[in-house]
């Protein structure tokens, strides 16, 4: 039996890290992906997994520890089997799946693309000045799976850096993955309707040697929370359509669950929701016990009858000739959860008009401004300023509900989400620090934004943090409608298209423009008082954006 030492592979920028937790001892054995050690910078905590099974024979550190990139962790004793895998030869590996370079140590996981996956085949000839490397899926803000739904190159394209290779489709968007370098494609190793997540293998590329070579994205080990998920589409809840989540819980709440690999490696097989189990380790960390005992408890338990269908499916063609039209993933989303928000969310709606005469003059004279700086200028930008200068106003409304009930999460900062219509549905890009930022700065990103959406290059970090959503059908058309809550949003405004009516005045009606504003809010965070006093306000500050600078 050979011992293998392993090492802290690399941190990026992080320096000197603690060890917090060593959830093994020695003469335990692991398997592949166990946590060996958890560290915490002051960024992160994450865990090192074990990169092959093996028995434990030493322990090189002890809690509170400070460690850094390289240093030795523990020396593993690895079983007949896995070092016979390691070593097996190039010619016996291709005869299943590509030749995977021994690991030497957890540091593996940092490598260049190249020698991570073990593709790189330089060619055998002296003369030749090419290699093939294999491209992987780069880090796209999520851990899950996402689909392949165009591929656009093919065997023997020539491409160039930053050329899109394939697009991608998620719950929240769809993305496109660039060319890290310039070569040639050998072979596409995926197909339209494929799943894949980050770091799967994509395409084989020809390239130059000498040149260098992008590193693979690390994987993703257990840290802590990410941010919260807005959804893709407005005005609607987060994407995941979980039987019994919390009513404020979030889109990506399996995300935000504290468990290494091999923990969510288990969960995934045994079809466990890690947002529902409470993990026992320390820090509140998700351990294999903890998803076994899960299990276990909810095993004799009788499965939820399931809703009976609202609308029982109808057999179409009896009066007629029809055809069968598949939905987008993201078409599906929206639906499930548009219906699951407005059956957990207690919503109100509170309907105010604005004058917006001074406001619309004050626009049509800022219009030769505006045609300098190449920007159109909507009404949209005066809303959003308006609308954070009124949640600054209104802290009740800037909040999320914890999934507990007994307390909320007040935020400090104002991102304003837009519902922007596209052809493959309605997604809501993110203005971040809106009441930081004047007229112009927001004109300028709108216009940028709504046109990352349209064309589907949103990426997902684009679509996360609001604290509020607009929704305006501008000049589409309609005199109101009642939005969604976008959970875990507490409250979103719906704007309808402007209409010159009567107003009395003076003791006389005189023409003014007026703009329907309808408010929505989640009655168990804001009460009707407020959610009056709020509209009002904003219609105040429309009505006179003098107001705006007090």
Aim: some cysteine; aromatic content about 4%; charged content about 25%.
């Amino acid at each position: 039996m050979a011992m293998e030492i392993i090492k802290v592979p690399d941190l990026g920028d992080a320096g000197d890290v603690e060890v917090i937790e060593i959830p093994v001892s020695v003469g335990q054995a692991v398997e592949e992906n166990d946590s060996l050690l958890v560290l915490e910078s002051d960024k992160a905590a994450m865990e090192i997994p074990a990169p092959m099974a093996g028995v434990v024979k030493s322990i090189a550190v002890n809690l509170g520890d400070q460690v850094t990139t390289g240093a030795e962790i523990l020396t593993l004793e690895i079983t007949a089997e896995t070092e016979a895998a390691a070593n097996e030869t190039p010619t016996e590996a291709a005869a299943s799946t590509p030749a995977r370079a021994k690991p030497e140590t957890a540091q593996a996981s940092a490598v260049p693309i190249q020698e991570q996956s073990g593709t790189v085949q330089e060619q055998a000839s002296a003369d030749t000045a090419a290699e093939i490397i294999e491209i992987a899926i780069p880090d796209i803000g999520t851990d899950d799976e996402v689909e392949v739904i165009e591929i656009h190159v093919k065997p023997g394209d020539s491409i160039a850096e930053d050329d899109p290779l394939l697009t991608l489709e998620s719950d929240k968007a769809a993305m496109e993955v660039p060319a890290p370098r310039t070569g040639a494609v050998e072979a596409v190793l995926v197909e339209i309707g494929a799943q894949v997540k980050m770091g799967s293998p994509i395409l084989r590329l020809s390239v130059e040697q000498g040149r260098s070579v992008p590193e693979a994205p690390e994987p993703a080990a257990a840290a802590e929370p990410e941010p919260e998920k807005t959804a893709a589409s407005a005005p609607v809840a987060p994407a995941v359509d979980t039987p019994a989540p919390p009513p404020a819980a979030a889109a990506n709440a399996r995300a935000n669950v504290y468990a290494g690999p091999a923990v969510r490696k288990l969960a995934r097989e045994l079809g466990v929701d890690l947002s529902l189990v409470e993990g026992s380790g320390a820090r509140g960390r998700v351990v294999k016990e903890d998803v076994q005992e899960f299990v276990k408890i909810n095993l004799g338990r009788p499965a939820p009858a399931a809703a009976p269908s609202a609308v029982p499916d109808v057999d179409f063609s009896r009066f007629g000739e029809v055809e069968q039209a598949s939905r987008s993933k993201l078409a599906k989303v929206t639906a499930a959860n548009m219906h699951r928000s407005w059956n957990t969310v207690p919503h109100v709606t509170q309907f105010e008009d604005a004058d917006v005469t001074g406001l619309e003059e004050f626009r049509a004279g800022l219009k030769p401004e505006a045609e300098r700086r190449n920007l159109k200028l909507t009404p949209l930008p005066f809303l959003l300023k308006a609308c954070a200068q009124t949640l600054k106003e209104f802290p009740q409304f800037n909040v999320a509900l914890h999934s507990t009930g007994e307390y909320v999460i007040q935020k400090k900062y104002v991102h304003i989400g837009i519902a922007v219509a596209t052809e493959a549905g309605l997604l809501v890009p993110v203005i971040r620090d809106v009441d930081r930022k004047n007229i112009w700065q927001l004109a300028e990103q709108v216009a940028e934004v709504s046109a990352k959406a349209r064309d589907r290059k949103l990426a997902p970090e684009d679509m996360q943090g609001a604290c509020f959503t607009i929704s305006s059908l501008g000049a589409i058309g309609g005199t109101g409608f009642v939005p969604i809550v976008n959970a875990p949003e507490v409250a979103i405004l719906g704007v309808a298209r402007t209409a010159i009516k009567p107003v009395w005045r003076d003791g006389e009606f005189v023409p003014r423009t007026m703009l329907p504003l309808t408010l929505t809010y989640d009655h168990r965070a804001v009460n009707g008082v407020d959610g009056g006093r709020f509209v009002a306000r904003l219609a105040a500050l429309l009505n006179d954006i003098r107001r705006l600078l007090l």
